[in-house]
């Protein structure tokens, strides 16, 4: 990160440790027999279906698209759109993985490394200035999709 | 992506957070983060490094197994192969708000350096 920008965000986090409550979930059997979910932040999108909105960012730039789009497991990079203004999409569209590893994942299932890779995996778009919209709306839903999946721990992987 | 992992956990998810910024963990409070200084935009791993986003994906998820209180912050010990001045992550266009609060960033930058 440039050393302005690092300055700049470092003004808005705190310097002590965070002091409330925590919710907390513990895994309820071990890796190797747990179902997971994978979701990442990344901005992608089947080209099947619309890509997040970068249009009204760029003429509201403190809005970001609230929405999140599911990844069937079995997606490969021609078949993914990755649309995200604070990043750059080169390597993601080279190899997703490197973001949304859902063929390490297909590896690890049959491996035995994990119990399961639900179907579906999920992105939403990771900037955020008021979150509400997505965790009043899209998260409920998306919590709903990996519930009727089996889901039982979900992988979070930010751009 | 914090504050998602927390509304997983309130939903009987287990979740883990694997990030190059875990400083957020002091802002929110997250449960379970996997630390990580590799790139924005390719925190997994170097594209078609395999074996490398195996080691980081299981040393990630063993943290489901062990971490114990919540907001646990693990570092795994992964170097990223490039040097930080040479890593390109930058969009190839500044991002709205950037453009929007550059000269505050400048400012920023130049207290830091001060």
Do not use: C
Not at chain 2, 59 to 85: D, K, N, R, Y
Request: no cysteine.
């Amino acid at each position: 990160m440039p050393p302005s920008l690092s300055a700049w965000m470092a003004k808005s986090i705190p310097e002590n440790d965070f002091s409330g409550d925590i919710p907390w979930t513990p895994l309820k059997r071990p890796v190797s027999e747990t179902v997971f979910a994978l979701m990442t932040s990344a901005g992608i999108s089947m080209k099947t279906d619309s890509p997040f909105d970068m249009e009204r960012e760029r003429r509201e730039p403190l809005w970001g698209d609230p929405t999140y789009r599911k990844i069937p497991k079995t997606a490969v990079e021609t078949e993914i759109d990755v649309n995200h203004l604070h990043v750059n999409t080169d390597y993601v569209k080279q190899d997703m993985n490197v973001i949304l590893p859902l063929k390490r994942f297909i590896e690890f299932e049959a491996d035995g490394t994990v119990g399961a890779l639900a179907p579906t995996a999920y992105s939403y778009y990771g900037y955020q200035m008021d979150p509400r919209v997505l965790l009043n709306e899209t998260m409920p839903r998306v919590a709903a999709d990996m519930r009727a999946e089996g889901v039982e721990a979900v992988l979070l992987t930010p751009t | 992506m914090g504050l998602v992992a927390r509304f997983l956990e309130e939903n009987g998810l287990s979740t883990v957070v694997l990030t190059m910024v875990p400083e957020f963990n002091r802002e929110i409070g997250i449960p379970r983060i996997a630390a990580i200084e590799y790139p924005f935009g390719r925190v997994v791993g170097e594209v078609n490094d395999d074996a490398g986003q195996r080691d980081v994906l299981r040393a990630a998820l063993s943290i489901l197994e062990t971490a114990e209180t919540p907001g646990e912050v693990v570092h795994l010990p992964f170097t990223w192969h490039e040097a930080p001045a040479e890593t390109k992550w930058h969009p190839p266009e500044i991002s709205p708000v950037i453009k929007l609060y550059l000269a505050e960033i400048k400012k920023a930058g130049a207290e830091a350096r001060k």
